[in-house]
């Protein structure tokens, strides 16, 4: 019985050592770890911009104008 808990007990020392050691890792290395991130979102939206912006575009620009607003008197009372 004794050898099973000193196993669970170095399996539980194990697991405790690798949570701690990779939110450590993550920790120190989160600059690097969101520049990585934010340039793959970039490249990734950039790549698909023109595309959807394409069909969208044409339409907001208007074909003519309209006609020219009347400008308001000019004087006082």
Known sequence: ?????NVLAVTSFVVSGAVVGSGLYIYVNR???LDGIK???MD???GKL?????????????NATGPVL????????
Do not use: R
């Open 1 to 5: 019985m004794q050898k099973v808990i």
């Open 31 to 33: 600059a690097s770890i």
């Open 39 to 41: 340039s793959k979102v």
């Open 44 to 46: 990734n939206v950039t």
């Open 50 to 62: 023109p595309g959807a912006l394409g069909s969208i575009v044409p339409d907001m620009i208007p």
């Open 70 to 77: 009347p400008t308001p008197p000019v004087g006082g009372l």
